[in-house]
């Protein structure tokens, strides 16, 4: 237990300690997407019925920027420790699959929800969002966060160089971050790419999200909890087994 403690600590310090790179530029990023397309789409645009663009807008962005840190903390980690070789440090104590595991994914899940806080701290600002299900809210951003922190720590084991997880960042994450409807509703898209979004699990953590701040999403809820905990499941145990054989991790 002490390991395990040590190491989620080493990597929540790992991010903090750099944080006006890690916590504020993504900050700035979504504030930006919000002032451009709010400026843009707001007159134009309206998906729930009473909802403003822009409220709609903060949500999305507010989910997209704890996925994408989640995935960014576990994956940069475990390159980093590869790349300069002092991953030895981190494999040699009595620390298990499991708790190697856990201390990795739960650290990207705290950095995802601080700047996930931190977006949504400064968005509202802009807009007046209602909390209709605050539940709902916590269990997609939690699992959300999980997800990405294990799909990290996949990237980061597979990954012997920093090209390589920034094709995987670029080819995979982000093209799935930002068609999961984020900036829109899948229902403004034509038929085809609304079915090709229902197989986009992103899609689903953002729905489930935003249906806790307004009670309205594009599917149900349920049907969102049921696809993001079976995304969970499946890379959980993937990830485990990765590191149970040590993959690209032991000689």
Same mark, same amino acid.
């Given at each position: 237990?002490?390991?395990?403690? %040590?190491?989620?600590?080493?990597? &929540? +310090?790992?991010?903090?300690?750099?944080?006006? $790179?890690?916590? @504020? /530029?993504? #900050? =700035?990023?979504?504030?930006?997407?919000?002032?451009?397309?709010?400026?843009?789409?707001?007159?134009?645009?309206?998906?729930?019925?009473?909802?403003?663009?822009?409220?709609?807008?903060?949500?999305?962005?507010?989910?997209?920027?704890?996925?994408?840190?989640?995935?960014?903390?576990?994956?940069?980690?475990?390159?980093?420790?590869?790349? %300069?070789?002092?991953?030895?440090? &981190? +494999?040699?104590?009595?620390?298990?699959?499991? $708790?190697?595991? @856990? /201390?990795? #994914? =739960?650290?990207?899940?705290?950095?995802?929800?601080?700047?996930?806080?931190?977006?949504?701290?400064?968005?509202?600002?802009?807009?007046?969002?209602?909390?209709?299900?605050?539940?709902?809210?916590?269990?997609?951003?939690?699992?959300?966060?999980?997800?990405?922190?294990?799909?990290?720590?996949?990237?980061?084991?597979?990954?012997?160089?920093?090209?390589?997880?920034?094709?995987?960042?670029?080819?995979?994450?982000?093209?799935?971050?930002?068609?999961?409807?984020?900036?829109?509703?899948?229902?403004?898209?034509?038929?085809?790419?609304?079915?090709?979004?229902?197989?986009?699990?992103?899609?689903?953590?953002?729905?489930?999200?935003?249906?806790?701040?307004?009670?309205?999403?594009?599917?149900?809820?349920?049907?969102?909890?049921?696809?993001?905990?079976?995304?969970?499941?499946?890379?959980?145990?993937?990830?485990?087994?990765?590191?149970?054989?040590?993959?690209?991790?032991?000689?």
């Amino acid at each position: 237990m002490d390991g395990f403690l %040590t190491l989620f600590q080493k990597e &929540v +310090l790992r991010f903090w300690k750099v944080s006006f $790179q890690t916590v @504020a /530029a993504p #900050v =700035l990023t979504s504030l930006l997407f919000l002032l451009i397309f709010s400026h843009v789409l707001e007159r134009h645009v309206q998906v729930y019925a009473g909802v403003s663009y822009t409220s709609f807008l903060v949500p999305g962005l507010v989910m997209m920027s704890v996925l994408q840190n989640a995935f960014a903390n576990s994956s940069s980690s475990l390159i980093q420790s590869k790349v %300069t070789g002092n991953i030895i440090f &981190v +494999l040699l104590p009595p620390i298990s699959y499991r $708790q190697f595991f @856990a /201390a990795y #994914v =739960l650290a990207a899940i705290v950095r995802g929800f601080v700047v996930g806080l931190g977006v949504l701290l400064v968005t509202l600002w802009f807009v007046d969002l209602s909390w209709r299900a605050p539940l709902w809210i916590l269990v997609f951003a939690v699992l959300g966060g999980a997800i990405m922190g294990a799909l990290g720590v996949i990237a980061g084991i597979w990954a012997e160089k920093f090209d390589q997880l920034a094709a995987f960042q670029n080819f995979i994450i982000m093209p799935l971050t930002f068609l999961s409807g984020v900036f829109y509703s899948i229902h403004s898209l034509p038929a085809f790419w609304q079915q090709v979004s229902h197989f986009n699990p992103i899609f689903y953590m953002i729905d489930g999200f935003r249906y806790g701040f307004f009670g309205a999403s594009d599917v149900s809820p349920w049907a969102s909890l049921g696809v993001v905990s079976g995304c969970f499941v499946v890379l959980t145990l993937f990830t485990l087994w990765l590191l149970r054989v040590g993959y690209k991790l032991r000689a």
